[in-house]
């Protein structure tokens, strides 16, 4: 069973304020993605990342993988209220292409709220 | 583009009676859907694979007489929650795999709150 542990679990902070979101594995995966959820919609699509070591960046958001493709992290830079919601990061074990029909592995989720 | 629609956006039935619920890939084809479930201020949780043409593969522990999924076509594939109870009360979100993108990317619906009276 592939996991992704990702932490923290809850987040408050002012606006402002600079974080970061990791999620973390013992397993490879092939891509990653990155999503934000507000309540009572859907995860919306941040970004995929796919190659070891990858950095990419959306606006104030920055998305890392991890050289050996089993963990990431994102950072947020001078985090608004904007940015509150629930991110999840979900990852796409090798090989679940195939037989698992692309089927993601999704963390825990992280809850964050900007206080104004 | 990579727009899911999900439909009722929210649903209130009686306890015993079956609800459906629709999720549709509106600008590209998806041969496979996956149906979600999320209680509040959780992860998601999957329950069943839907493939187009193909019984859906559900996860271990969801009742597949009880959450019947049907993918009639590229575009729409639907859960049916038979014989509703308070304790099936959540939200079910759909996503959608768009078969031309080689990353595997999901687009999610907005969700359907359903509530078992």
């Known amino acids: 069973t592939q996991l992704l542990k990702q932490s923290p679990q809850f987040l408050s902070i002012q606006e402002g304020e600079n974080l970061t979101v990791y999620c973390n594995s013992s397993s490879v995966f092939s891509s990653l993605q990155w999503y934000r959820q507000e309540p009572g919609e859907g995860p919306v699509l941040l970004v995929t990342?796919?190659?070891?070591?990858e950095v990419k960046k959306l606006k104030r958001l920055t998305f890392q993988f991890g050289d050996a493709r089993k963990d990431s992290s994102l950072h947020i830079t001078a985090a608004q209220p904007g940015d509150t919601g629930l991110y999840l990061c979900?990852?796409?074990?090798?090989?679940?292409?195939?037989?698992?029909?692309?089927?993601?592995?999704f963390g825990q989720g992280t809850i964050l709220t900007v206080h104004p | 583009g990579a727009v899911v629609s999900q439909h009722p956006s929210w649903v209130i039935c009686k306890s015993g009676t079956s609800v459906k619920i629709e999720c549709r890939s509106l600008d590209f084809q998806a041969t496979t859907m996956f149906w979600y479930r999320q209680f509040p201020k959780q992860s998601l949780m999957l329950m069943a694979t839907s493939n187009e043409g193909s019984k859906a593969t559900y996860e271990q522990g969801v009742e597949k007489d009880k959450f019947l999924i049907n993918h009639a076509s590229l575009t729409l594939s639907t859960l049916t929650v038979t014989s509703a109870h308070p304790e099936d009360s959540s939200f079910y979100i759909c996503?959608?795999?768009?078969?031309?993108?080689?990353?595997?990317?999901?687009?999610f619906g907005p969700g359907t709150r359903l509530t078992v009276t």
């Open positions: 979900a990852g796409l074990p090798l090989g679940a292409g195939g037989t698992s029909y692309g089927k993601l592995t």
């Open positions: 996503s959608a795999r768009d078969m031309a993108r080689p990353t595997y990317e999901q687009y």
């Open positions: 990342v796919v190659t070891g070591g």
